[in-house]
């Protein structure tokens, strides 16, 4: 049967991907049995709480504490549930880091902590190094997101300004065991870059850092460079702190890119994918995406899917994110092209810093936005695509989705009428 409407075959799509990430349903399969003696959770990110949730439903009420976005709260038993900002730090985050780095001082060899960690986890675990500020953390985590740096850098840079990052989070529970659950965001599914790492020892320097700053043009305080020209905190891999933590990535984008690909395949579709650990600067992917989208046409339908991190590099005051100004240079590059959709979402619902997780495109995208007076060139000039997105009423906002595994982006190429 023909796809009679592809905008919600896309949306349904994103939707399934979203599902199939659910730590409702992961975490059930991923835990052991609850072990014996003193049971203490902890974790952060834009998942977090609703993987306590989780948890709680198999073990029952635990010990704990867990820091999540921002309207990203669950009900939990006896794990509180602590919300701050994201993606730029806030106090609410540094206060609840603080009192969870308390909970695991003082653990013994025969106690438990079981770590919660998924995307989100950068901004939310905040216990700068040094005599690095609050305000001078946030001040160089806003240069990081504006730069375009990709997101294995960014973390780079956290892990060393931070007591927490890079392994520094488990080394403050030694020598109590502590088993890691990760729902990955980051491409490749390197558990090192998930959330930064704060259960994962880095090899990474100091002076790994300094070349990044210097590469991006990212200017930092005196005190910022200061903890640059010590040691750093971030643990070695092989290190003795670290000598009692497993780590295991129970989510990744595949899995949800995978139950895409099912759903496409049941409707008809021949499904191309690009791969689910795309970086890159949004709008040049988009030409990209559209060039092979073009040449995709034919007799039958066909799904190109692709999933990773995309970064933008802010050149103007609009309000955007990666999916969406990617879908926005998407629409430009294809220009009207006929019988071609897409739809590009963070499965976390947030893109950038907005409410919203990304856009859907159609032929009729730009036509649409010439008729309400929407300028897409100057939009995407301005790093605006969401407000562009906003007119045409071609948002995708499902609200918080209580899951992370990145990026989603289809694109429909269906046969000429």
């Given at each position: 049967m023909p796809i009679q409407d592809p905008d919600s075959f896309l949306r349904r799509l994103f939707d399934i991907a979203v599902q199939v990430a659910d730590p409702m349903a992961i975490i059930p399969q991923a835990l052991p049995e609850k072990p014996a003696g003193r049971v203490v959770v902890i974790g952060a990110g834009k998942a977090s709480a609703r993987m306590a949730e989780a948890v709680e439903s198999v073990w029952g009420p635990c010990e704990g504490l867990v820091i999540t976005r921002y309207g990203y709260d669950r009900p939990c038993e006896g794990i509180e549930i602590v919300q701050a900002a994201h993606p730029v730090p806030d106090e609410a985050g540094l206060v609840a880091t603080s009192r969870m780095l308390h909970r695991l001082k003082g653990l013994e060899e025969g106690d438990f902590v079981l770590s919660?960690?998924?995307?989100?986890?950068?901004?939310?675990?905040?216990?700068?190094?040094?005599?690095?500020?609050?305000?001078?953390?946030?001040?160089?985590?806003?240069?990081?997101?504006?730069?375009?740096?990709?997101?294995?850098?960014?973390?780079?840079?956290?892990?060393?300004?931070?007591?927490?990052?890079?392994?520094?989070?488990?080394?403050?529970a030694y020598p109590a065991k502590m088993l890691s659950l990760m729902i990955s965001d980051v491409p490749g599914d390197d558990m090192a870059f998930i959330g930064s790492g704060p259960t994962v020892g880095d090899a990474s320097t100091a002076e790994d850092v300094r070349a990044i700053l210097k590469t991006w043009n990212i200017e930092v305080p005196a005190s910022v460079?200061?903890?640059?020209?010590?040691?750093?905190?971030?643990?070695?891999?092989?290190?003795?702190?670290?000598?009692?933590?497993?780590?295991?990535?129970?989510?990744?984008?595949?899995?949800?890119?995978?139950?895409?690909?099912?759903?496409?395949?049941?409707?008809?579709?021949?499904?191309r994918l690009l791969g689910d650990d795309i970086e890159g600067e949004a709008r040049e992917v988009a030409a990209e995406h559209a060039a092979a989208a073009l040449a995709a046409r034919g007799g039958r339908p066909v799904l190109l899917l692709s999933g990773g991190e995309l970064t933008v590099t802010r050149r103007g005051a609009g309000v955007g994110g990666p999916n969406a100004e990617y879908a926005l240079a998407l629409a430009r590059a294809l220009d009207g092209a006929e019988g071609i959709y897409a739809i590009a979402c963070d499965t976390d619902g947030v893109d950038g810093a907005a409410e919203v997780a990304g856009a859907v495109i159609a032929p009729d995208t730009l036509a649409r936005a010439s008729e309400l007076g929407a300028d897409a060139d100057l939009a995407l000039e301005q790093n605006d695509a969401h407000s562009f997105f906003e007119k045409l009423d071609a948002q995708v906002v499902p609200g918080p989705t209580l899951t992370n595994v990145n990026d989603f982006r289809a694109i429909l190429v269906l046969p000429a009428a």
């Open positions: 919660l960690i998924s995307g989100g986890a950068s901004a939310l675990l905040v216990q700068p190094a040094g005599d690095i500020t609050l305000a001078e953390k946030q001040a160089v985590n806003a240069a990081l997101l504006a730069s375009g740096a990709p997101i294995d850098k960014m973390n780079t840079v956290r892990k060393h300004l931070s007591r927490v990052k890079g392994g520094q989070l488990a080394a403050a460079s200061a903890v640059l020209a010590d040691e750093s905190g971030v643990v070695a891999p092989g290190d003795a702190s670290l000598s009692a933590v497993e780590n295991r990535v129970i989510a990744a984008p595949s899995q949800s890119l995978s139950a895409a690909v099912k759903e496409a395949v049941a409707a008809g579709c021949e499904v």
